[in-house]
């Protein structure tokens, strides 16, 4: 009742806003602002650096070692969880899913790399099975590293206002599997297209997701190049063009 009173006062007050994504274009919109008030963003990282250094490590053969860098065989198939360790981020129910994934598909891993108030039970399901490989909280070259030896990224998030490792996984030509509360996926996360988009909180349907993934190679490559060719267009110099344009139509107006 709150926001319903305060909020439209509040959104009356900036003369255009810039929200990251179409979600953040329809709360805005739920609380009364026009249209002609909104700029359309791109929430996004350097997706084309991202781009150039997944480039090099496929045409230098990296894969391999980067992948015994994590204790990861050339063989699996490994899933990929880049962020915080917290319950928020879906990290209980993402180890419940890729346990029943495990049973079905033993060649099948899941990397972990982050830190958080749930290390520990992370760190217990790694002791536990050799399909899952925790590497703790590591820096940008060994996070680029982690999604260049990948084949499928996961965001199982409860709650998450965009989620931009979403754009950098697919900035190094990942599927991503991510939840229906992850704020890019109505942008990035096309199910179908580019990943597939689940329900929050459901373990089984985050299984059936990596599953489907799991069994088919050429279904990740589709959905994959599918989406490296989506966020190849989400720059920071798109994005600075779309900021300056839209403060020049405001200008003259």
């Not at 990296?62 to 928020?88: D, I």
């Not at 940008?140 to 990224?153: E, I, L, P």
């Not at 597939?196 to 997701?209: N, T």
Request: hydrophobic share 45%; glycine share 10%.
């Amino acid at each position: 009742m709150a926001k319903r009173l305060i909020y439209p006062l509040l959104f009356s007050l900036p003369r255009h806003v810039f929200p990251a994504g179409t979600r953040q274009a329809g709360y805005f919109r739920h609380y009364g602002v026009p249209q002609s008030r909104i700029t359309l963003g791109q929430m996004t990282v350097d997706v084309t650096a991202m781009m150039r250094h997944g480039d090099m490590i496929r045409g230098t053969g990296e894969r391999t070692p980067l992948r015994s860098r994590f204790g990861l065989s050339e063989s699996q198939t490994v899933f990929v969880y880049v962020g915080r360790l917290e319950s928020y981020k879906g990290i209980t129910v993402l180890l419940e899913a890729f346990a029943a994934l495990a049973r079905l598909r033993p060649e099948c891993a899941l990397l972990i790399v982050g830190d958080g108030a749930l290390r520990g039970q992370v760190e217990a399901a790694a002791a536990g099975s050799p399909t899952i490989a925790y590497a703790g909280r590591r820096g940008t070259d060994d996070v680029m590293a982690a999604y260049a030896c990948a084949d499928v990224a996961v965001l199982p998030s409860t709650f998450e206002p965009w989620g931009l490792v979403v754009n950098e996984a697919m900035a190094f030509g990942l599927p991503v599997i991510a939840t229906d509360r992850v704020g890019c996926v109505d942008d990035l996360v096309l199910d179908g297209k580019t990943g597939r988009v689940v329900k929050a909180e459901s373990a089984a349907a985050l299984q059936a997701a990596m599953q489907e993934l799991a069994a088919s190679e050429p279904d990740r490559r589709r959905l994959g190049e599918a989406a490296r060719a989506l966020i190849s267009g989400w720059t920071l110099e798109n994005q600075a063009a779309i900021l300056v344009s839209a403060w020049r139509e405001w200008r003259r107006k």
